[in-house]
Structure formats: structure tokens, C-alpha cells
Nanobody
């Protein structure tokens, strides 16, 4: 089992920044990538960014150039730095860990609201 705890959500004005953190614990040796997903009201959950154990990253087109995913393996923590936030970034953000057989673990989610 892997446990994921997100933090750092909140309310921000358009153009502002937030940094989300995801602290992971448990059988981390089984994990080969971690990521952030989001789900806006009335929409399906979508991938925002993913980072592999080797450090390779991929991003949704909608966040490229604005969001940065990173990891600190000493702390078993993954971060999502979000800059130039837009109202359409408003969503519940979920941390994800995927193991080598493709099983997904999820955090409880943290709400990000971008509004003036």
C-alpha cells in the first residue's frame, strides 16, 4: 500500500501562483511514477503532469509553460508549482502514484480556486 497526502491548495486570484505538495509513504519501492490530476465540477478527472522515477516529465497541453512538477526523493514528496493561474484551473487536484503493474494510488484531493 501507498499513502498520499496533498497540501497547498487554496484560493488565488488570476495570474497568481500556488505550490501543491504530495507526501508519500508506504511501499514506495513499488512506484515507478507519480503525478497530479485534477477534476473540475461536471468534468472528468484529467492528467495535469507526471514524473517518472528517472525524472522524465509530461504535461497536459493546457498547463505547459505554467506548471512544473518536481520530486524530492529524500522526502518522498512530489510538488506541483502552478504559475499564471487561470479561472479554468479551478478544480480538485489529486496526487497519484502508479506502480510497476499499472495500479494507481490516490490522495484525498486538495481544492484550488482561481477567482477574482
Amino acid at each position: 500500500q501507498v499513502q498520499l497526502v496533498e497540501s497547498g491548495g487554496g484560493s488565488v486570484q488570476p495570474g497568481g501562483s500556488l505550490r501543491l505538495s504530495c507526501a508519500a509513504s508506504g511501499r514506495m519501492f513499488s512506484i515507478n511514477s507519480m503525478g497530479w490530476y485534477r477534476q473540475a465540477p461536471g468534468k472528468e478527472r484529467e492528467l495535469v503532469a507526471r514524473i517518472t522515477n528517472g525524472g522524465s516529465t509530461n504535461y497536459a497541453d493546457s498547463v505547459k509553460g505554467r506548471f512544473t512538477i518536481s520530486r524530492d526523493d529524500r522526502k518522498n514528496t512530489v510538488y506541483l508549482q502552478m504559475n499564471s493561474l487561470k479561472p479554468e484551473d479551478t478544480a480538485v487536484y489529486y496526487c497519484n502514484a502508479r506502480n510497476f503493474i499499472g495500479f494507481d494510488f490516490w490522495g484525498q484531493g486538495t481544492l484550488v480556486t482561481v477567482s477574482s
